[in-house]
C-alpha cells in the first residue's frame, strides 16, 4: 500500500507549502517534484525601488560635503589657535573622523549616489579621494570594484585576503608565534589596527 503525504518543501528562499499557496514573489512546489531555483532578486529589487530607496540624494550629499568642510575648517582654525599644546591630539582625533567622512563621500560618489552622470561622479571621487583624502582612487576603484564582483568569494575577494586580520579559520591555522597569538585574539583588535590601515 502506498501511502501520499502533503508536506512543505524547500524552494531557493525557504520553506514554502505544498498546497500551492506561496508568499508573494516566491514560486510553489510540489512534494515529490524537483524544486526550480526561484531567484527574488528582481521583485526584491523593484519594491527597493518602489520604496524610493534607490534614489539619488544629491541634496543630502552637498549638504553632507558643506557640513564636513565647515568641520575642517573649524578644526584647521581651532589647530591654528592652540599652538603648540597637547590638545592638538583632540584636533587630531577629530580630523580622523573629517577625512573619515570625505572618503565616505567619495565611496557615494564612486557608487554614483550622488550624480547621475558616470563621469561627473568619476572627477568628484578622484578629487575627494586623491585630493582630500590623500587615497588613490583608481587603486580603491580596483580593490572595491573586484569586492563587488565577487563578495567573500576566496581568491577573487581581496577584502578577505589574508593579511594582519584573518577572515578563515584556514588562513588563521598556518600562523605561528606572534601572529598566531594575535590571530586568536583579533577580534578585540580590530577597530584600534583600522586606524593606520588603508581600505
Known amino acids: 500500500m502506498t501511502t501520499t503525504t502533503t508536506a512543505t518543501t ?9 498546497d500551492g499557496h506561496a508568499p508573494p514573489g516566491l514560486r510553489p512546489t510540489v512534494a515529490g517534484t524537483p524544486s526550480t531555483p526561484v531567484s ?3 521583485t526584491l529589487l523593484a519594491q527597493v525601488r518602489d520604496a524610493g530607496l534607490m534614489r539619488r540624494r544629491t541634496g543630502f550629499y552637498v549638504t ?13 582654525t581651532g589647530s591654528a589657535l592652540l599652538g603648540d599644546s597637547w590638545f592638538q591630539l583632540l584636533i587630531a582625533a577629530a ?25 561627473a561622479s568619476e572627477r568628484v571621487g578622484r578629487v ?17 570594484t573586484r569586492h563587488h564582483g565577487n ?5 577573487k575577494d581581496p ?30 583588535a580590530f577597530f584600534p589596527i583600522l586606524l593606520p590601515t588603508a581600505s
Open 95 to 119: 580630523l580622523g573622523v573629517i577625512f573619515t567622512q570625505y572618503a565616505f563621500l567619495a565611496h557615494e560618489t564612486a557608487h554614483k549616489q550622488v550624480f547621475e552622470s558616470g563621469r
Open 159 to 188: 577584502d578577505i585576503a589574508p593579511d594582519v586580520i584573518v577572515f578563515r579559520e584556514e588562513d588563521a591555522v598556518g600562523k605561528t608565534g606572534v601572529a598566531r597569538w594575535f590571530a586568536h585574539r583579533q577580534g578585540y
Open 10 to 18: 524547500l524552494s531557493a528562499t525557504g520553506p514554502v507549502p505544498a
Open 151 to 155: 563578495p567573500n568569494t576566496v581568491g
Open 128 to 144: 575627494l579621494a586623491a585630493g582630500v583624502v590623500g587615497m588613490s582612487y583608481a587603486w580603491w576603484m580596483s580593490k572595491h
Open 40 to 42: 527574488t532578486y528582481t
Open 64 to 76: 553632507a560635503f558643506v557640513l564636513v568642510t565647515v568641520c575642517l575648517a573649524a578644526a584647521v
